[in-house]
Nanobody, 118 residues
Framework: VQLQASGGGSVQAGGSLRLSCAAS????????MGWFRQSPGKEREFVAG????????YYADSVKGRFTISRENANKALYLQMNSLKPEDTAVYYC????????????WGQGTLVTVSS
Protein backbone atom coordinates (compact mmCIF):
# COMPACT_ATOMS: atom_id res chain seq x y z
CA VAL A 1 0.00 0.00 0.00
CA GLN A 2 1.15 3.54 -0.73
CA LEU A 3 0.05 6.39 1.49
CA GLN A 4 -0.17 10.13 0.92
CA ALA A 5 -1.01 12.51 3.73
CA SER A 6 -2.43 15.98 3.20
CA GLY A 7 -4.31 18.72 4.98
CA GLY A 8 -1.60 20.26 7.08
CA GLY A 9 -1.26 23.99 7.47
CA SER A 10 -0.97 26.87 9.88
CA VAL A 11 -3.63 27.59 12.46
CA GLN A 12 -3.96 29.57 15.65
CA ALA A 13 -4.26 27.89 19.01
CA GLY A 14 -7.81 26.70 19.58
CA GLY A 15 -8.39 26.14 15.90
CA SER A 16 -9.06 22.98 13.95
CA LEU A 17 -7.57 21.06 11.05
CA ARG A 18 -8.50 17.85 9.31
CA LEU A 19 -5.75 15.65 7.96
CA SER A 20 -6.38 13.11 5.22
CA CYS A 21 -4.41 10.09 4.10
CA ALA A 22 -5.13 8.60 0.70
CA ALA A 23 -4.15 4.99 0.11
CA SER A 24 -3.45 3.29 -3.16
CA UNK A 25 -3.27 -0.41 -3.80
CA UNK A 26 -5.55 -3.21 -2.88
CA UNK A 27 -7.09 -4.37 0.36
CA UNK A 28 -7.01 -1.09 2.28
CA UNK A 29 -9.70 -2.53 4.52
CA UNK A 30 -7.26 -5.17 5.78
CA UNK A 31 -4.84 -2.63 7.21
CA UNK A 32 -4.71 -1.27 10.73
CA MET A 33 -4.01 2.42 10.36
CA GLY A 34 -2.42 5.07 12.50
CA TRP A 35 -1.26 8.66 12.76
CA PHE A 36 2.11 9.65 14.17
CA ARG A 37 3.86 12.97 14.56
CA GLN A 38 7.36 14.28 14.94
CA SER A 39 8.38 17.67 16.30
CA PRO A 40 11.82 19.22 15.74
CA GLY A 41 14.36 17.62 18.03
CA LYS A 42 11.93 14.97 19.25
CA GLU A 43 11.31 11.36 18.41
CA ARG A 44 8.31 10.34 16.37
CA GLU A 45 5.34 9.61 18.60
CA PHE A 46 2.07 7.78 18.26
CA VAL A 47 -1.02 9.98 17.99
CA ALA A 48 -4.00 7.78 17.13
CA GLY A 49 -4.84 4.36 15.72
CA UNK A 50 -7.82 2.57 14.23
CA UNK A 51 -8.51 -1.08 13.53
CA UNK A 52 -8.99 -2.38 9.99
CA UNK A 53 -12.76 -2.37 10.32
CA UNK A 54 -12.85 0.97 12.07
CA UNK A 55 -14.71 -0.40 15.08
CA UNK A 56 -11.99 0.46 17.56
CA UNK A 57 -9.88 3.57 17.98
CA TYR A 58 -7.15 4.52 20.41
CA TYR A 59 -5.31 7.73 21.23
CA ALA A 60 -2.29 9.13 22.93
CA ASP A 61 -3.21 10.78 26.21
CA SER A 62 -2.01 14.12 24.90
CA VAL A 63 -4.68 14.25 22.19
CA LYS A 64 -7.53 12.30 23.77
CA GLY A 65 -10.76 14.27 23.65
CA ARG A 66 -9.40 16.69 21.03
CA PHE A 67 -8.50 14.48 18.05
CA THR A 68 -10.65 11.93 16.24
CA ILE A 69 -9.36 9.27 13.88
CA SER A 70 -11.69 7.76 11.29
CA ARG A 71 -11.54 5.87 8.02
CA GLU A 72 -13.59 5.23 4.90
CA ASN A 73 -12.60 1.83 3.56
CA ALA A 74 -14.67 2.21 0.40
CA ASN A 75 -12.69 5.35 -0.46
CA LYS A 76 -9.36 4.06 0.85
CA ALA A 77 -9.08 7.07 3.10
CA LEU A 78 -7.94 7.79 6.64
CA TYR A 79 -8.67 11.00 8.52
CA LEU A 80 -7.57 12.83 11.63
CA GLN A 81 -9.87 15.58 12.87
CA MET A 82 -7.89 17.85 15.17
CA ASN A 83 -9.76 20.30 17.38
CA SER A 84 -8.67 22.66 20.14
CA LEU A 85 -5.18 22.69 18.72
CA LYS A 86 -2.29 23.73 20.94
CA PRO A 87 1.17 25.04 20.04
CA GLU A 88 2.61 21.74 21.29
CA ASP A 89 0.69 19.96 18.53
CA THR A 90 3.04 21.55 16.02
CA ALA A 91 4.73 18.71 14.15
CA VAL A 92 4.99 16.81 10.92
CA TYR A 93 2.17 14.29 10.89
CA TYR A 94 2.49 10.89 9.22
CA CYS A 95 -0.04 8.21 8.38
CA UNK A 96 0.97 4.58 8.63
CA UNK A 97 -0.42 1.14 7.87
CA UNK A 98 0.08 -2.39 9.11
CA UNK A 99 -1.35 -5.77 8.19
CA UNK A 100 -0.74 -6.99 11.73
CA UNK A 101 -3.27 -6.51 14.50
CA UNK A 102 -0.62 -5.09 16.80
CA UNK A 103 2.98 -3.98 16.82
CA UNK A 104 4.99 -1.89 14.44
CA UNK A 105 3.63 -0.25 11.31
CA UNK A 106 5.08 -1.37 8.00
CA UNK A 107 4.09 1.35 5.55
CA TRP A 108 4.46 5.09 5.92
CA GLY A 109 3.30 8.11 3.99
CA GLN A 110 5.20 11.32 3.58
CA GLY A 111 4.46 13.84 6.29
CA THR A 112 2.25 16.88 6.32
CA LEU A 113 3.25 19.85 8.46
CA VAL A 114 0.92 21.27 11.09
CA THR A 115 1.91 24.56 12.70
CA VAL A 116 -0.08 25.93 15.63
CA SER A 117 0.69 29.46 16.74
CA SER A 118 -0.16 30.93 20.11
Amino acid sequence: VQLQASGGGSVQAGGSLRLSCAASGRAFSRYRMGWFRQSPGKEREFVAGITSSGDSTYYADSVKGRFTISRENANKALYLQMNSLKPEDTAVYYCAASLHVAGAYDYWGQGTLVTVSS
